[in-house]
């Protein structure tokens, strides 16, 4: 099946942010330590729109500004920007613009300017709402900002996104699910959820160096992400995106916590695991042999990693012999015993 989106990304590392978060070392992670100019944003979008006739291309086109905090910067620089997009939307290549920004960057005057162009998504960087760890992570704002900035913007009518970050200074799962619990009144459009990642050149990592911080493990990460993620599944709230996509910046410059390429991928399979168990729980008596009917499109998720799911409920439950049977149609699983 084509693709049905898709998103030209414009990387604007750390511009315009007043805050230096202990996670954040935006210029090694981009690659890009230099402002854009025009010519340069035309070799993006020349790279991602004229490689195939217009027709070609997936029918919903957006341009996203990634990494700096876009409302914070300078009016003249935030013209000049979307702008340069905007000739790509007047000729049809682009449909829409997103950004990202700060909660504590959103005023009238911000989204006054941002009227002016298409942009139709705002993404804000919420990390916590919990005030001892927006603190010790050098976030610079309140829970009480984070709302006002989420009212003027649904007052203008653009579509909210909201961002996590789980494993902060100061964070446990206990703060980290109050913070799921908090965004999820907000009711936003879709959340990304990030687990913090100790990166070369950050205050984490000089914390990290002195034993001051220690990262989630894994396995932690994982656990978290399952609770939150199907918590948003319930509010109808998309998770779009879980973990930073692998960069080679970024692997270059890790130093240690929870990454993995297919983080995702794991905790959906976590999910998956305790469907299953679930089913199997109901059950006075199982069988040595098991087999469970599972949906056709998501047969990676239900074996697991690895297929570590099979693994771990043949242990779990004494299970001599598991099979899986692909079936397409089927939404939810079913236990054949």
């Known amino acids: 099946m084509p693709r049905q989106r898709m998103i030209v990304p414009i990387f604007i590392p750390h511009q315009g942010c007043p805050y230096r978060c202990v996670f954040c070392n935006q210029n090694e992670i981009s690659g890009a330590e230099r402002e854009e100019d025009r010519a340069r944003l035309n070799s993006v979008f020349n790279t991602y729109l004229q490689s195939k006739p217009l027709e070609e291309l ?146 984490l990592c000089e914390m990290y160096d002195k034993g001051e911080y220690m990262p989630w493990s894994l396995e932690r990460t994982v656990n978290s992400l399952k609770i939150a993620v199907k918590r948003f599944e319930e509010a109808g709230i998309p998770a779009i995106r879980l973990g930073l996509h692998p960069e080679p910046s970024l692997i270059a410059n890790l130093v240690a916590g929870p990454y993995h390429p297919a983080l995702r991928s794991l905790v959906e399979s976590r999910m998956c695991f305790d469907i299953l168990s679930e089913l199997l729980l109901r059950e006075s008596r199982l069988p040595e042999r098991v087999t469970f009917k599972v949906p056709l499109q998501k047969f990676s998720n239900y074996t697991g990693h690895r297929k570590e799911n099979i693994r771990m409920l043949k242990q779990r439950f004494a299970i001599k012999e598991l099979i899986f049977a692909q079936t397409p149609g089927l939404t939810f699983p079913e236990l054949i015993v």
């Open 58 to 203: 997936p029918p919903i086109r957006e341009a996203a500004f990634y990494g700096g905090t876009f409302t914070a910067l300078p009016p003249s620089r935030q013209r000049f920007l979307l702008s340069s997009v905007q000739d790509w939307v007047d000729h049809g290549y682009i449909h829409s613009l997103r950004l990202s920004t700060h909660p504590g960057a959103v005023d009238e005057r911000a989204l006054d300017l941002l009227d002016q162009y298409s942009v139709k998504t705002i993404e804000l960087g919420v990390q916590s709402t919990d005030p001892e760890v927006l603190s010790r992570s050098g976030r610079g704002d309140t829970p009480e900002s984070l709302g006002q900035s989420i009212h003027l913007i649904r007052r203008r009518s653009y579509k909210l996104g909201l961002q996590l970050m789980l494993g902060l200074p100061g964070d446990s799962e206990e703060t980290f699910q109050q913070s799921v619990e908090d965004v999820l009144q907000f009711k936003p459009d879709f959340v990304r959820i990030y687990p913090a990642l100790v990166v070369r050149g950050t205050a």
